[in-house]
Structures are given as structure tokens and as C-alpha cells.
């Protein structure tokens, strides 16, 4: 073979290039390979170009999976912690939104910076830009075919991510290379991701378009649901914002989504229990706790006059328009798909991989980690704490 390697990484992302950094490190000939000419791209474009890059609360509660007891081992020996003390090193300043979500005060370029510097203390050779056309077996080796020759490997690691945002590269590269080995795949789908309704019923609501305000927001049933108290953002297709990012990858096409859109206020007690004594019509009434423009949008929506009166209107009704409030239930058409969703879930069955090294049970040599895999975290920081655990679990082991 024309050039030969310890272990070779496929895909310079988050996962991958902590993964080759930490292998490097160890004394591993490392070689790390990727189609993109630009480098960690979904590192660059995350939390608005300064990168949410992880949470400080993250435990196994904030991650989806089939297997959902995997993930516990690499988040156990990798916490944000470790995370924040290489970022202190490299004198990252950063600071906390909300929720326990640490940004970069400048630019994801930092931590994209800091990853390049990790990697180039472990001697990684890098590949760049160079596709992999196949990779095959000679005996105990790995044989790798690229755009820049072939490359042999003891081990090889898959960080290649998901389907998402495919205008930055997304593949289905992790899965091809999944089946070619007879590992098996959950079924990928979008995650993190704005849903959609059908165009007529969603008419009366298109005026809302860029109103947002904090809701609850709910679906699903028993151990798969999902219930998350954050801002909504209405647009002129359906629903964004973090609250419908995070309930989408809970979503199953066909379910309602159940809405509380005032959590703070039981409207129908409010509106019963005092009707005669509210001088306002309805309108202005409900603007006392939301959006003036919200408000006579959703009473004309759900059939209700914003200047009827309060006090004039039977209790029915005004028990009916509470619910419309504190329990819309609406079901989606759909997602905006991989095109807009932020991660992907699904993907490498969990159950075929080693919690401790991420290694495929079947095929001594081969590891998957990161986005490729059936661990899809919650919005937030915590795709990329699972990025860096489950590569340092890799790079521990190759």
C-alpha cells in the first residue's frame, strides 16, 4: 500500500478531529481525511457562527436513542467539564446564554482553531480536500481508495455525520460503509428541525409570521414523549424556535403537537371566574398576556371576535377559547427535512457498537462516533458534548 497508517479518521468534524487529535496524541500514526475543502464547516455555521459547543447540565436524559442506556459510558468519561478545561487552555473566552448553554464570545473559528492545534500536536496527517472512493479489508489492514491515493489502517473511524444540512457537505457515507459491513441502521429522519402544516389550514395563521413567545409544547407517549417549556416562532409555513426544534425530533409524522401558548394563565378560569367584571372586549383582554397582534389572530383563527365582549359571551365559549390557548392540538404535514434540520436522528444501530470504544462488535478495527450515530441530542450544546465524548472514547481506543 502506497501510504500506511495507524488509524485513519473519515470526516474532520467535531467528533472526527477530537477523535484524531486524542489518538495522535498517544503516539498513533493518524491520518484524517475529508471531501470538504473547507474544514468542520458545521462547527463554523453553529449558534449563529460562535458555537454552542456544550452544555453544562448534559447527562443521558438529553440524548434520543433506541439504546438509550450507550450513550452513558462516553458522557460519563467525558463531561462538558473536561470540554471547558481544553477551552480554558486555549484561552477561549465564552459565556453562558441560558440553560446552561456556553457560546464563544468571538467565533466558532476559536474552537475550530483550538481542534486544527490539538490535531497538529498529535502529528495528524491531513487529507484535504480528498474523497474516499471504498474501503475494503487485505488481510488484518483496512485498505482506503482516495482521491489521493490509497491508504492502508490498522483501525478506521467514521465521523462522517448525518443527512443534515447538505448544502455543507452531508453524506450518507457512515451508512453506505454501515451496510457494506452488515451493521445495522436505525432509520435516519430530521431532527432539530422547523415543522410545516397544510397550506389552507395554516392561511388564518400566516399574518402571525415572526411572532415568538416562551410556550409548553408536548408529544408522543410514555417513555418517547417529548415536553419542553421554550419560545416558539411562528412563520408563514408553520412552526420554528427552539421549542419546535426540540419537540421535533420527538415528533412521529401523523401525531398532534399539543401547545400551551400562556403556561403562566388558566384562560378559561380567568376569563369564567371574572367575565363580569372584564370591561374589555376580547381583544384587548387577551393582550394583556400576549402579543396584541397574536391575540386577534388567534380568536379570528379559532372563530372568535376580538371586539365581542367578555362579559356577554357563555361560559362554553370562553371555556372553549381557553383551550385553544392552553391546549392547541394541531398535527404537522411535515419538516422542513434535512435541508433545515439542524442534526439527524437515527442512524448506526447502538446495539452493534462497543460503549467503550465505539468499535462495530462484528468488524474488529471499525468505529463509528458522533452525528453518524443513533444518539441525537436535544438543542442546545449537546450534539456537540456527544461529539466530543464519543470521540474521545475512539481516540482513547484506536
Known amino acids: 500500500m502506497s501510504t500506511q497508517f495507524d488509524v485513519a479518521v473519515i470526516g474532520a ?14 503516539g498513533k500514526k493518524v491520518v484524517l481525511i475529508d471531501h470538504a475543502a473547507r474544514l ?12 454552542n459547543f456544550t452544555n453544562v447540565d448534559t ?7 433506541q439504546n438509550p442506556h450507550f450513550c452513558k459510558s462516553a458522557l460519563s468519561r467525558y463531561t462538558p467539564q473536561d470540554f471547558l478545561g481544553l477551552i480554558k487552555r486555549y484561552r477561549i473566552a465564552y459565556h453562558e446564554k441560558h440553560k446552561g448553554q456556553l457560546f464563544c464570545d468571538r467565533s466558532a473559528e476559536d474552537v475550530i482553531d483550538m481542534l486544527k492545534a490539538e490535531c497538529d500536536i498529535g502529528k495528524v496527517a491531513w487529507r484535504m480536500p480528498c474523497k474516499v472512493e471504498a474501503i475494503g479489508r487485505t488481510g488484518e489492514l483496512f485498505r482506503i481508495d482516495t482521491g489521493a491515493g490509497e491508504i492502508g ?20 457515507f457512515a451508512y453506505r460503509i454501515a451496510r457494506q459491513f452488515g451493521i445495522k441502521l436505525i432509520e435516519p429522519s430530521p431532527a432539530l428541525v422547523p415543522l410545516f402544516f397544510d397550506e389552507a389550514a395554516w392561511q388564518p395563521f400566516v399574518p402571525l409570521a415572526g411572532i415568538a413567545l416562551p410556550v409548553e409544547v408536548e408529544t408522543g407517549q410514555k417513555k418517547a414523549r417529548g415536553h419542553f417549556r421554550e ?11 427552539p421549542a419546535v426544534l426540540q419537540i421535533s425530533s420527538f415528533w412521529q409524522p401523523g401525531t398532534a403537537l399539543t401547545l400551551n401558548l400562556l403556561p403562566e394563565v388558566d384562560v378559561a378560569s380567568e376569563l369564567v371566574q371574572n367575565k363580569n367584571a372584564i370591561k374589555k372586549n376580547l381583544g384587548n383582554h387577551l393582550a394583556q398576556w400576549l ?16 371586539d365581542a365582549r367578555v362579559a356577554d359571551m357563555p361560559d362554553k ?8 390557548i392552553n391546549q392547541w392540538t394541531i398535527i404537522p404535514n411535515g419538516s422542513e427535512g434535512y435541508r433545515k434540520a439542524e442534526v439527524t436522528r437515527g442512524g448506526i444501530d447502538t446495539r452493534a457498537l462497543s460503549q467503550q470504544t465505539m468499535m462495530a462488535a462484528g468488524v474488529p478495527g471499525l468505529h463509528f462516533i458522533g ?21 474521545m472514547a475512539a481516540g482513547l481506543s484506536v
Not at 231 to 241: A, E
Request: hydrophobic share 40%; aromatic share 8%; charged share 15%.
Open 231 to 241: 419560545d416558539l416562532l411562528f412563520t408563514h409555513r408553520g412552526l420554528s424556535g
Open 40 to 51: 468542520a464547516e458545521k462547527i463554523r455555521i453553529s449558534g449563529g457562527g460562535r458555537c
Open 317 to 324: 365559549l370562553l371555556k372553549r377559547l381557553g383551550d385553544s
Open 371 to 391: 452525528e453518524a450515530v443513533d444518539v441525537t441530542g436535544w438543542l442546545g450544546g449537546y450534539n456537540f458534548q456527544w461529539a466530543w465524548a464519543s470521540g
Open 59 to 65: 447527562g443521558p436524559q438529553n440524548f434520543l436513542s
Open 153 to 172: 489502517a490498522g483501525s478506521v473511524v467514521i465521523a462522517t455525520g448525518g443527512l443534515s444540512i447538505p448544502k455543507i457537505g452531508a453524506t450518507d
Open 13 to 26: 468534524g467535531a467528533a472526527g478531529m477530537m477523535c484524531a487529535a486524542v489518538a495522535g496524541q498517544r
Open 291 to 306: 402579543p396584541s397582534r397574536l391575540a386577534e389572530g388567534l380568536l379570528l383563527a379559532n372563530g372568535f371576535q376580538p
